[in-house]
Every structure is written in C-alpha cells, then in structure tokens.
C-alpha cells in the first residue's frame, strides 16, 4: 500500500472514532453523516534541489492584472511551506520561478436545489373513527430553494530554470463550484478569489516541492 493509501486509510479510521455518541448504524452505514477534511501526499512531478529561489508572475489570462500579486505572494509562500530546503532570495535567485496566469474564468448564476425539511404549510379538517372532526396540519418535507452559484477555473504554467537549465515545465490546473442557498448570503468576490488563487497555487507549488492537498471527505 503506498503512503498516500496508508494516510488517507488512518485519517479515515480516526474520523470514524470520533463520530458523535447520536449517530446509529442502519444496515452497516452510519444514519448521521459527518464531513471531515483529509490532507493526502501529493507527489511533485519534478523536486527542486535546494537553493534560494525567486517568483516571477505574469499573466496570459483574462483575468484583472490585480491577482498577480496575491498569486506571487501565494506561490512564495507555498514553496518555502512545502520545502524547508528553499529560501526566499533578496537578491539574485539560483532558481528562478515563472509562474505565468494561463487560464482565469469565474462566473455567478442563480439555480435552485432541493433541500429536505420539515415545515407546516396549513390544516385540514378530518374526520375520524367515532365522526369528531378535528383539524390536523399539513406538513412539507422538502422543496426546492433558490440558490447562487460561483463557477470557476484558473490555471498556472510553472517554468523553473537554474541558470540556462531547465527544471521544470508543468501546468496546474484547478476548478472551482460553489453552491449555496440564497438565504445563508453567497461569498464575497473577494473570498471566492483568494480561495482560486490559493488553491491555485497550492497546486502550482505542488509541481515541484512536497504538498498536501485539502480533500473534503463525507462520511
């Protein structure tokens, strides 16, 4: 069993240890579920060797000139996090790092998903086994609700050089859907973004150095 097989296969085991004393066991599966977020190994497609590298973005997207910054800083970040081996360069870098914007869509649309619950809805007048009327409620399990919708993809070219050597050319690609219900209030375009772009350089920085990569899990 590979390693990123044994951590997801523990961190499973463990989140089944904690689920709350409430929950049954109906036909062999859990009557309550519990979601529970996993961070497995991913393997680089090519690991940097030690140095000080240095970040340079640019943008061969659509997308606003703003999100360069934030992507550089996101990137930095994740590599030095990732591998304990590069250092930032203040001055001239032995590696340096081209992380170039290909690919930025995001779109919001309105939609609608069913969601179950119980509410009253009104009452009736029934009669029963000795002929007394009496009025009972009506009851509704589900319906379907408004929801809003954010869609999305970004993808970062990842071009790595020491000198006139090439180490790395790889692209990182990372899609984006949320969908919630009008009354619980949609994210901020801001928020949607930052997550975009850290996710987007997670997986960048995951090209040549050590990640973990966040996988929300229900169970």
Known sequence: MSLPSRLFTAAVIGAIAVVPAGAQFRRGILAESIEVMLFPAVPPALLLPAGKFLVDVKNQSTGPARLLSRLDDS?????????????????????????TLTEWTL???????YVSETRQIGTKQVTDSKGNKKTEPIYEYGRNKPTVIDEGAAAVRLEVRRGTQVLADETARFTYR??????????????????????????????????????????
């Open 75 to 99: 990137i930095t970040t994740q590599m030095a996090e990732n591998d304990s081996r590069l250092q930032v360069a203040e001055g001239k870098p032995e590696i340096q790092v081209v992380a």
């Open 178 to 219: 949320d969908d919630r219900l009008v009354e619980e209030g949609p994210r901020s375009a801001t928020e949607v973004e930052d997550t975009m772009l850290d996710r987007a350089a997670q997986r960048a920085a995951g090209l040549v150095t050590p990640a973990r990569e966040p996988v929300r899990v229900l169970l």
């Open 107 to 113: 779109a919001r649309r309105r939609g609608t998903r």
